[in-house]
């Protein structure tokens, strides 16, 4: 077994098909990481989230780090890393047409509820709840893979 | 479903039966995250790696944190976060004995082996090969859990 870099449209196709990644962002030099859902449209990725404390650090810093994988096992792994940029995308004039879009490919989904929310909470309904619709902008993608001996 | 925080029972259950985890770091406020292979013992995370970007910027800046799931579906999932400090563990005089621990507790594992070089490579042995070990101090360890309705 070995390891190569994946292309550009390897790292597409994974991150396509992808519905959980980890989301790391970092306040002070502090890095914290979490598991999120998400879509993914052209350079962005979308996600929503309850308010906490990955949402404080992210409006403070916008820098992120989005980790996408498939992995089973030793031999059988690719993983995808995205640098990218935080844009919280509140039900305003500004950004109503990217919340729209944003909850329109993240309701396709029956896994976009998110592991973060601590209390009983119904399913959230835009501009009803306290959930917060955001993209992450894709700075830079990049991807690893294993490769079994003899192969490519 | 809703969501509830797990106990330190219920965390070190987690941690202790898993072999996956990302692993966050930062430097100068750009977080990187990465899957790594660990095994945990006591107040510690072990694992090895390639020298590489992680290794670089946790030498440069040791705060890190550690995110290690069971993800099954919405409905049932539990994520546990450590938030600890990165060690090195070079086979030197000083570190000779946790380097040996860190290998005996990792070479029991199939899947030890990390998703992180880059050329076909033997598999390592210790004081021969670029491979590093380190540790990493849980400092603070918590984490949530989906609960099904009418569960606890």
């Known amino acids: 077994m070995f390891v190569r870099e994946m292309s550009e449209e390897e790292c597409i196709a994974l991150v396509s098909a992808g519905r959980l990644a980890r989301l ?4 002070d030099d502090q ?3 979490v ?7 052209g350079k962005f990725l979308y996600a929503f989230s309850m308010p906490g404390r990955k949402i404080e650090w992210m409006r403070a810093n916008p820098r992120v780090c989005v980790q996408i994988d498939e992995i089973s096992d030793r031999q059988h792994w690719r993983s995808v890393i995205v640098i990218g940029r935080y844009q919280e995308l509140p039900d305003s004039a500004q950004w109503h047409h990217e919340c ?6 993240l309701k396709k989904y ?5 592991p973060g929310g601590l209390k009983p909470l ?6 009803a709840s306290p959930h917060l619709f955001y993209s992450i902008h ?3 993608m990049t991807g690893r893979t294993a490769v079994a001996e003899g192969g490519i």
């Open 138 to 140: 894709i700075d830079e």
């Open 110 to 114: 029956p896994y976009w509820w998110e």
């Open 100 to 105: 729209l879009h944003a909850w329109s490919l």
């Open 31 to 33: 890095p914290y990481v």
């Open 35 to 41: 598991p999120i859902w998400y879509a993914y449209a």
């Open 122 to 127: 119904p399913q959230p309904v835009v501009g």
């Open 24 to 27: 790391a962002c970092s306040k």
